[in-house]
């Protein structure tokens, strides 16, 4: 038996070795699919990828066949290596899964979906002056000419113009 974590729901099963990873997610409750997925897939024969999941060990899973290597080598994504598509996946050690993984991890991840920023005072402290930022890049800039001058706050100098 082997025990199969589904990180999202927080559901934990154990399967004995071989067992489909989508029907270990069918049979204890976990919808491998987004919201329409279900209806629009193929049903587990390989053909769709609304079944595709995030897994922590690809080595717990049987290795790829040809069809699905075909639709994982289209995935433009560094997890590539750690999504597979749960109906041709057979459970054959310990492994966490990620249900839908594209639309609720990737994009997340980025710092800009990430939550609500933090207040400015919470921030950590910006650079005073370009001086301190990097010497070098400021004496270039003092070279130049630079107009774009900053108050100590790093806010623009209205009163330079
Ligand atoms: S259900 Fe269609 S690829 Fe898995």
Redesign the pocket.
């Known amino acids: 038996m082997h025990r199969v974590h589904f990180r999202k729901e927080d559901v934990t099963v154990h399967v004995p070795s071989g067992t489909n990873l ?1 029907q270990a997610c069918i049979d204890s409750g976990v919808d ?2 987004p919201a329409l ?1 279900g209806v629009l ?12 999941v995030g897994v922590d060990d690809p080595a717990a899973l049987s290795s790829p066949g040809k069809r ?1 290597s075909r ?1 994982l080598k289209r995935l433009d994504s560094e997890l590539a290596s750690h999504l597979r ?4 996946a057979a459970v054959n050690g310990d492994v966490i899964v990620t249900t839908n993984p594209n639309k609720k991890e990737s994009w997340k991840q980025h710092g800009y979906y990430a939550g609500p920023r933090k207040p400015h005072w919470e921030r950590p402290a910006q650079p005073a002056s370009p001086a301190e930022a990097s010497p070098g890049e400021a004496s270039d800039a003092a070279k130049k000419g630079d107009e774009t001058a900053t108050d100590p706050a790093g806010n623009p100098d209205v009163t330079a113009s």
Not at 41 to 52: A, H, I, L, Y
Not at 85 to 88: E, N
């Open positions: 989508r491998p699919y997925g897939s193929c049903r587990g024969k390989g053909f769709c990828g609304t079944c595709v699905e639709y598509l749960s109906c041709q």
